[in-house]
């Protein structure tokens, strides 16, 4: 297979919040994986600017360790790290203050792409966006990356949105939810609308339910403080996992544009129904033999935040009304996995006789560990025993099925960047979805709020309180395994 690496145009990307964790974790080893592709153009120029005072040799001395620390096998190609190394710069700057702002101006070029990462607390969106027009540095072609969290509610997305739309055009404005980055997830896209096979299927006539778990083993580590504020449906749910649920759950667009994606995958968010209290499980990783409790861990002995949730939930609409969407996210799960499982009917009809289990086809997509999907076929088992079945998996783990391509796999950081400078939002979120999917998670969360909701407590290593079994048991149905 033919690897075909499209170099961007020329840019400057300044990076807000430079030296801060995701920019040494992700964005810049990212970047450095791009260059030296041969995407990240020669010329292409990288501008750190945070508040620490580093000169450009520091700040290139701070990259290179991070490199060294985070990235992949890459890093020992030490000659085109210093290359890349130097196409870095670096300005001190204020994002609530004049300094710094007029050296940034003075580096960035005319002529070529602008992009401004803000890596940095949404608190200093608004600041970073008027002090970039104030100082004419950005111009109407430039665009601007935001992180998550994009508001902790409906209003104060709406507030966010608000303060950026002042500045910029939507057009403009690139959310990331890395999530959309990941391989897997674009192929999910390019299985349901480039073959012929699943989407005659893919509707409640023939899916049973789907199910999309997002487990981590972690706790909350170093992020107590924010996350005891925000908890799995704040953190999770309302991003990533009901992004993966519209692209499951979307109509096909009658192009593959960014604009037309992003209205099919609005039209799923609207459509999702409220979810009833007893349709939901909230909780709490306890303490274990060797690891301390949620509360301990974001030293509040008293808190009701959740770091579990699970919930089934309805999207009302022709192609889904009798298929019920089950979410599952959580900290401190016996496994590290990200899958969607979209679960078919059973056959109506049994002719082997003597054959009583049951089979299922079920599509499995993993994002992670081991990106790739596998489809589980009913066949027969071998051997002289008659006609005996069992379900096998059709696997197609993209490492095996791709060779020399799938090792060079984008992470989601540097691909979002590239589309970033090709100014394609089909992988970014639109301020009205994200308006949309926190009109939908308000109500949920306020109900808690209201009820004083206590999380149930589950074991660290497991997969989650015992009520979240139920909640499908009650259905007849069973959450898949959780496998790393
Ligand atoms: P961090 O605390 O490690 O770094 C913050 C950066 O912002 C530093 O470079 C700091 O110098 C800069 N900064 C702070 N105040 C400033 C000011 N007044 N003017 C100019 N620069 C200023 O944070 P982080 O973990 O890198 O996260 C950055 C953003 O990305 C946050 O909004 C966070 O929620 C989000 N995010 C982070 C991660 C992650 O994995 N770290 C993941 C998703 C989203």
Redesign the pocket.
Known sequence: MVSRVIPVDDFDLVI????????R??ILPGLFRRFRSGQMPADSRIIGA???ELDTSGYRAMIREAIVEFGGDEKSDTDTLDQFLNALEYVA????GEGGWSELKSLIRDKVIKAFYF????S?FGDLAERLHAHEIADADSRIVV???FGRDLASAQALNATLAEHFDERQIYRIDHYLGKETVQNLMAVRFGNVLFEPLWNSHYVDHIQITVAETVGVGGRGGYYDKSGAMRDMVQNHLMQLLCLIAMEPPSVFGANEVRDEKLKVIRALQPVEAHHIVRGQYDASDDAASYRADVENPRSFTESFVAMKCHVSNWRWSDTPFYLRTGKKMKARTSEIAVVFKDLGHKMFEGDSARHRNILAIRLQPNEGMDLQVTIKEPGPGGMRLIDVPLDMTFADALGDDAEDATDAYERLIMDVIRGNQTLFMRGDEVEAAWAWTDPIIEGWEARNDVPKLYDAGSAGPDDAMMLMHRDGRRWRDIKG
């Open positions: 807000f919040g430079g030296t801060g964790d995701l920019a974790r992700k945070a508040r620490s700057i204020d994002a609530k890596s940095v607390a949404p200093l992180e998550k969290p």
